[in-house]
């Protein structure tokens, strides 16, 4: 009888465990990749990039852990990213090389596999907002140009004077080809306590890039992936390669077909795949199961990562 009963303890213990991981939840977050080394930053820049990845990471700690959604979640820390000029989308985002701003971004729900992507737009606050519109309010997955504006402003999504996006230090970088730092880009994903995995990504784009340049960002595969059975997945870098190389499914794919875990399969892309043919950048992910990943072949990836069992950081060099 003894004995039964504490099989039965044994077994009750093993399900409420089981039941508590399934409703874990997890969100990593980046502010893009490149050339960081703690030497060219000030203490007090520092500080400022880790305040402001640390408040966004709460917007999304918040949603998740009121049982929100993280295609929630990652929008609203995209929106947050977007909204500060420290980094490349959105408010601060870099020039082309005629001295506009063409923003890109991507939205993911891991769930249903729907997305939705704008591209080479210069007039939206927001451009993560506008793709997620993409996906939920039109049968497309990707609008450009005028017609992304158009369509966005329809939807309701705040539209802004080209002006908006003006910031002197983006604006000295370009003319004085100083910054030998042409990248930057802001990313989330995020497991809600229902299981869903979602991806965000938005970015200007690269200082200096062709106007009508698209980048990996926006482009789902490359730059941008959910998939609730594998993972999410955002990436940061020089995107002409991770679109040749489909980077972020690639990742999906491994854990698909080849049964690696996140972290092998980032891995194997990161810093074999790519470094193989100097393609340099870093991706944040998520699995199903809430592991998390940051990996870059770069010195540096501004990036922040929370879970519901209370582990956090915050970091920016390798
Ligand atoms: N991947 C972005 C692009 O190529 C830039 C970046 O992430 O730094 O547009």
Not at 160 to 171: G, I
Not at 301 to 311: D, I, P
């Amino acid at each position: 009888m003894g004995c039964v009963r504490y099989l039965l303890t044994v077994v009750a213990l093993l399900c409420i465990n089981s039941l508590l991981q399934a409703q874990q939840w997890a969100i990593v977050l980046h502010g893009g990749a490149g050339n960081m080394k703690k030497e060219y930053f000030r203490q007090e820049q520092i500080d400022e990039y880790e305040k402001a990845l640390s408040a966004a990471l709460e917007v999304g700690a918040k949603i998740l852990t009121e049982g929100g959604s993280s295609l929630n979640a990652v929008e609203h820390v995209v929106r947050y990213l977007e909204d500060c000029p420290l980094f490349n989308a959105g408010k601060g985002a870099v020039f082309t090389h005629d001295g506009k701003n063409e923003l890109d971004a991507a939205i993911m729900d891991g769930r249903t596999l729907a997305a939705g992507a704008i591209a080479c737009v210069g007039d939206i606050k927001n451009p993560i907002t506008a793709a997620r519109m993409v996906m939920q309010k039109s049968v497309h997955v990707m609008m450009v140009g005028k017609g992304a504006s158009d369509f966005a402003r329809a939807q309701g999504v705040e539209i802004v004077d080209s002006s908006y996006f003006f910031t002197q230090s983006r604006w000295d970088d370009l003319q004085k080809y100083l910054s030998k730092e042409k990248m930057g880009t802001v990313g989330c994903v995020a497991r809600d306590i229902h299981g869903n995995l979602a991806a965000a990504t938005s970015t200007g784009g690269m200082t200096d890039k062709r106007y009508n340049r698209v980048g990996d960002a926006p482009i789902i595969g490359a730059g941008t992936y959910a998939n609730n059975a594998t993972c999410a997945v955002s990436a940061t870098g020089h995107g002409e390669f991770f679109i040749r190389y489909t980077v972020a499914h690639d990742i999906s794919a491994l854990m698909e077909y080849k049964g690696l875990s996140l972290v092998d399969a980032a891995n194997l892309v990161i810093n074999s795949k790519l470094e193989k043919v100097d393609g340099r950048g870093g991706v944040i992910a998520v699995d199903k199961d809430g592991n998390i990943c940051m990996d870059m072949n770069t010195s540096g990836m501004f990036r922040a990562f929370k879970k519901s069992t209370g582990e956090s950081g915050v970091f920016i060099f390798r």
